[in-house]
């Protein structure tokens, strides 16, 4: 895909832009589109981070998360990203629109956990499912909120009864300056005490086996070593 093939030197502009806030580091490492990386294994559950648009990742369940709609909010940059490096306008503009459409029109509003399962028609994104999850207020945004979105998003995979899925915050592509490392550990959190508690279920003959054994993290480029980092932090102090 052609805009993908600009996603990596495309953040270069972005860092020179300075309308996001990177690591405090002298240098940004850009890590190559498709890297993946094992960042831990919990309770047969193995954690991967990998560098990918939503819009082109395929996985049985993609989950992508929304603030509450404002005009134009995922394609004015800045503060959103730029359209080549914004994974949920790849995703709107892969689904000709019904994201922006489903938004503007009520039919999906983003409050804060807000879901709507969508199965994407064939030949738009190669995600068996789409599972869009509300952020609310994106004024009144914490990293803490994620720990619950990294729970339902969980909940939901069990439900639908996958072995693995994937997970895009979309947080800078909606224009959020918000703190990488936490953000992705209380996704992997907020995951991982959503299934330990299918687990409990399951040994009190209350629930069926979770059949998931696979969470990936999807980051931009410039995101990927600073969120797999504090990810493989958050595993190693659970161990």
């Known amino acids: 895909m052609k805009k993908l093939n600009h996603f990596i030197a495309l953040a270069i502009v972005v860092m020179l832009m300075g309308s996001h806030t990177f690591a405090q580091t002298d240098a940004v490492k850009l890590t190559p589109l498709n890297t993946t990386a094992i960042l831990g294994k919990v309770n047969g559950i193995t954690i991967e981070g990998k560098v990918q648009s939503p819009s082109a990742q395929p996985t049985p369940l993609q989950i992508v998360c929304l603030f509450e709609y404002t005009e134009g909010d995922i394609f004015n940059s800045p503060p959103a990203l730029p359209r080549n490096l914004n994974g949920m306008v790849h995703v709107d503009e892969a689904l000709h629109g019904l994201i922006t459409d489903l938004r ?27 599972l869009l999850i509300g952020l609310g207020d994106r004024n009144k945004f914490t990293a803490d909120l994620m720990t619950d979105v990294g729970r339902i998003g969980m909940r939901e995979a069990i439900k639908l009864g996958v072995e693995s899925y994937s997970h895009a915050s979309d947080l800078k592509d909606a224009g959020i300056d918000s703190p990488t490392g936490p953000v992705a550990q209380n996704v992997v959190k907020g995951a991982l005490e959503a299934y330990q508690t299918e687990l409990y279920l399951k040994s009190k003959n209350a629930a069926p086996a979770p059949k998931v054994t696979k969470l990936t993290l999807l980051a931009g480029p410039a995101f990927f070593i600073p969120s797999g980092d504090a990810i493989k932090q958050f595993l190693g102090a659970k161990n």
Not at 116 to 121: E, F, G, H, K, Q
């Open 104 to 130: 503007k029109n009520g039919k999906f509003l983003g409050h804060a956990y807000e879901t709507l399962l969508i199965t994407p028609p064939a030949g738009t994104i190669p995600a068996k499912k789409l």
